[in-house]
């Protein structure tokens, strides 16, 4: 999988920086994981750029194109409130590495949170009730699990419940990601959703989407669901060490305003870190 920014890179071997330039650019971001729609408007914008104060120079056109790409791609941090109940829903579809993403940002989290609980709220695929438990126990993080089948919004009741005892905490929710049956899992959502927003204190409930930064128009499409379905507040990006491409930040940010918290980049634990959208700019353009 060739890397965006050696495609850009061999787009000025001698070349003439005309429209056709631009066209190739435009289907370079494509193929960057950036969509058409997207890719269209910013070879566009760049294009007026470069010709309104005719700049040619390679290293030039790139610092433009890092400008308007900086305006799509959004940060943020996000921090349990000290002292308060917090609840975070984590979504995603199967296989993006959901529950492993929970068990990362459990581990990162209870560095600096005293009470922190995983709710197994994922309760039609048993293996991910199993699977979240032996994450708990690696990383010493209780975990409140119901059996299989059993109603997602009653695990994460009383996993708030288990916080709200020893006065305040972060609950950290793993929910069921079935997109192949969307009705049934946008109505599990708006109930766990529910749950989730009366349990939080004020301010404290935040919903968390992990995408496979690998898939593209995929991940837009899935971070769109669950957007319309309950609102996503954050991003978590996973197989960042894989993605050659990884323009999928900057399509999500663009049209959706969804911005990045955290990316996963290993197999380990401790592979997981903030998201920085100066260094991701930098390692998407090979600057």
Aim: with cysteine; aromatic share 6%.
């Amino acid at each position: 999988m060739s890397r965006f920014s050696d495609k850009l890179k061999s787009m000025f071997n001698k070349r003439i920086i005309d429209d056709e330039f631009f066209e190739d650019l435009t289907d370079t971001l494509v193929e960057g994981d950036i969509g058409a729609k997207a890719a269209y408007e910013i070879g566009e914008e760049l294009e007026t750029i470069c010709k309104k104060n005719k700049i040619t120079d390679e290293k030039e056109i790139i610092a433009e194109l890092r400008k308007i790409l900086a305006e799509n791609v959004k940060s943020t941090k996000l921090e349990p409130v000290p002292g308060k109940v917090n609840v975070w829903m984590v979504l995603g579809v199967n296989g993006v590495g959901k529950t492993t993403s929970v068990a990362k940002l459990a581990n990162l989290l209870s560095k600096t949170t005293d009470n922190l609980v995983l709710a197994s709220a994922d309760t039609f695929r048993a293996a991910a009730i199993e699977q979240l438990e032996m994450h708990g126990k690696n990383i010493g993080v209780r975990v409140v699990s119901h059996q299989h089948g059993s109603d997602p919004s009653a695990v994460v009741f009383d996993a708030a419940e288990a916080v709200r005892a020893k006065g305040s905490g972060l609950v950290l929710a793993d929910t069921a990601g079935r997109l192949h049956n969307k009705e049934n899992l946008v109505r599990e959502l708006q109930k766990i959703d529910k749950t989730c927003r009366l349990k939080a204190d004020e301010g404290c409930y935040k919903k968390i989407i992990v995408v496979d930064s690998t898939t593209g128009q995929n991940a837009l499409v899935q971070a769109e669901v669950f957007n319309e379905a309950v609102g996503v507040d954050a991003l978590i990006l996973t197989k960042y060490d894989s993605t050659a491409k990884g323009g999928v930040a900057v399509t999500i940010g663009r049209q959706l305003g969804i911005p990045v918290a955290w990316v996963c980049f290993g197999e380990k634990y401790p592979d997981i870190k903030e998201f920085n959208a100066d260094d991701y700019l930098d390692e998407f353009l090979g600057l």
